[in-house]
């Protein structure tokens, strides 16, 4: 019960990491909070684990404020943040239009920009607090991937910046970096390319050293790890959870 008593939000957990990160922190006796744009999704995470479920546009500052505000006023505390919402647009630069870069900057950065800033409040008053942001392999770069690939990478400078600011009031920042994960996300984007669901599983799995690809579980156990106490003198670090360099 590593996170006996620990109060832990994680946004995004309707489904695919957020939602496998969301029963993990509960296996390990977390009371959790998961938010998502759609309720429905959220709730059904949250019932098998007596967790709270929250509607909440992570782009939209006011919705966010009042996300943490409730978690605060119902539990009693926020111990965890995992920044776990995302959408693509993806396309190449010359087709992007400007509401694809804005819609995926807004989701990935600004909604975790606006998510750390409400929770350092209760953090720092209680001098102890952790937060993971959700990055990935594209933040190397991604062809299609112009917006995603600007977010993912500004969420790792974001992380380091956010380490050196508010580690003297013991919270730890860091970013987990998932290469191929079988998810909705990777679903739509095969069916983007026009490419079979399996063969582009198996395709993905032959580039990978371990051979398979990852599943949401293998991300959350390292998202659990470095929100763990045993990670204390962790922060400001990028790992990347891709089966292989």
Request: glycine content about 10%; hydrophobic content about 45%.
């Amino acid at each position: 019960m590593t996170f006996k008593d620990k109060v832990v939000l994680v946004t995004g957990g309707g489904r695919g990491i957020g939602a496998a990160t969301a029963e993990r922190f509960a296996r390990d006796g977390a009371k959790v909070v998961i938010s998502d744009m759609d309720l429905d999704e959220a709730q059904l995470v949250a019932r098998p684990i007596q967790g709270l479920a929250i509607a909440c546009d992570v782009t939209d500052r006011e919705q966010v404020n009042g996300m943490v505000a409730r978690t605060v006023g119902e539990l009693g505390r926020l111990d965890v943040l995992v920044c776990s919402a995302g959408i693509i647009r993806d396309n190449l630069l010359f087709k992007m239009t400007d509401e694809d870069w804005d819609a995926v900057i807004d989701t990935h950065l600004k909604g975790s920009f606006l998510c750390a800033r409400a929770a350092q409040r209760p953090m720092v008053d209680q001098k102890y607090g952790k937060m993971v942001f959700l990055s990935s392999t594209s933040a190397l770069g991604n062809r299609g991937q112009a917006n995603y690939s600007a977010a993912k990478a500004g969420l790792q400078g974001m992380a380091r910046t956010l380490a050196i600011e508010l580690g003297p009031f013991n919270i730890n920042v860091n970013t987990v970096a998932p290469g191929f994960v079988e998810t909705r996300m990777t679903r739509a984007t095969a069916e983007r390319m026009g490419v079979d669901f399996d063969a582009f599983k198996i395709g993905a799995a032959s580039q990978i050293p371990l051979g398979r690809i990852g599943q949401p579980e293998d991300i959350a156990h390292v998202i659990a790890f470095l929100c763990s106490d045993e990670a204390s003198f962790v922060s400001g670090q990028t790992v990347y959870v891709r089966g292989g360099p």
